[in-house]
C-alpha cells in the first residue's frame, strides 16, 4: 500500500469548510484513497473514498487531483463534532479490506 | 442492526499473563481484523480472518494469535503478555471495501 503524509494538526472555525490534505505520491493505478475519522474514545468510522473522480456523501466531499499524488477532503460546515482524528488511506479498492495501513493522521479541532 | 461489539471494554493484566478478547461482527459481515492502537498513535494491522482462516498478518509476533468461529465472531489471544503490549485494541468487520470497527478494548499491562 502507498504511503500517504498528512499534517499533525489543523484548526477550523465552526460553520465554516474544514479542508483536510492528504499526499500520496506513490500511489498505483489500482489504489483507491480512503478516508476515516476517529472521535475520542471511538473506533475508526469510514467517511468516504474514491479513484479518481470527486465523490461526495452525505458526511463530506473528496477532491483528487488530476495526477491522483494528492487529495482534500472537505467537510463543508464543520461542527464541534466534527473534532476527531482524520485518517487518509491509500490502498487497493475491493480487496484485503481488512489490512489497511494508518499513520498518525491528522488532528482536526473546530473551534466555537 | 448492532455494529460491531467487542468485549470486555477495559481489561488490567500484569506481565506474563494471558489474554482473550472477543469481537462480534455487524450482522452479514464475514471477514474480521484486529488492529493495535498505541496511544497517540494510528491503528496497526495484526491479522485479519476470513471463512474460520488467518488471510494476512501484519508485523506482529507469534504471541498474538486469533480465532474465528463459524458464526464470524473473533478472538484474539495474546501470551506472555508485555508492558508494550498496552494499548486499545479495535476489531474491525467488512464486507465488501469499508471497515466497520468496534469501540476496542483498552488493555493495561502492569
Known amino acids: 500500500d502507498a504511503k500517504t503524509t498528512q499534517p499533525p494538526s489543523m484548526d477550523c472555525a465552526e460553520g465554516r469548510a474544514a479542508n483536510l490534505p492528504c499526499n500520496h505520491s506513490t500511489i498505483s493505478g489500482n489504489e483507491y484513497v480512503y478516508w476515516y475519522r476517529q472521535i475520542h474514545s471511538q473506533g475508526p468510522q469510514y467517511i468516504i473514498h474514491g479513484l479518481k473522480n470527486n465523490e461526495t456523501n452525505e458526511m463530506a466531499s473528496l477532491i483528487i487531483t488530476e495526477d491522483r499524488k494528492s487529495s482534500t477532503l472537505i467537510l463543508p460546515h464543520a461542527t464541534l463534532r466534527d473534532t476527531a482524528v482524520y485518517y487518509c488511506?491509500?490502498?487497493?479498492?475491493?480487496?484485503?479490506?481488512?489490512?489497511?495501513?494508518f499513520g498518525d493522521g491528522t488532528t482536526l479541532t473546530v473551534k466555537p | 442492526d448492532a455494529g460491531v461489539t467487542q468485549s470486555p471494554t477495559h481489561l488490567i493484566k500484569t506481565r506474563g499473563q494471558q489474554v482473550t478478547l472477543r469481537c462480534s461482527p455487524k450482522?452479514?459481515?464475514?471477514?474480521v481484523s484486529w488492529y493495535q492502537q498505541a496511544l497517540g498513535q494510528g491503528p496497526q494491522f495484526i491479522f485479519q480472518y476470513y471463512e474460520e482462516e488467518e488471510r494476512q498478518r501484519g508485523n506482529f509476533p507469534d504471541r498474538f494469535s486469533g480465532h474465528q468461529f463459524p458464526n464470524y465472531s473473533s478472538e484474539l489471544n495474546v501470551n506472555a503478555l508485555l508492558l508494550g503490549d498496552s494499548a486499545l485494541y479495535l476489531c474491525?468487520?467488512?464486507?465488501?471495501?469499508?471497515?466497520?470497527f468496534g469501540s476496542g478494548t483498552q488493555l493495561s499491562v502492569l
Open positions: 450482522s452479514g459481515h464475514d471477514t
Open positions: 488511506i491509500v490502498r487497493v479498492g475491493m480487496a484485503n479490506a481488512g489490512k489497511s495501513t
Open positions: 474491525a468487520s467488512s464486507l465488501n471495501e469499508k471497515l466497520f
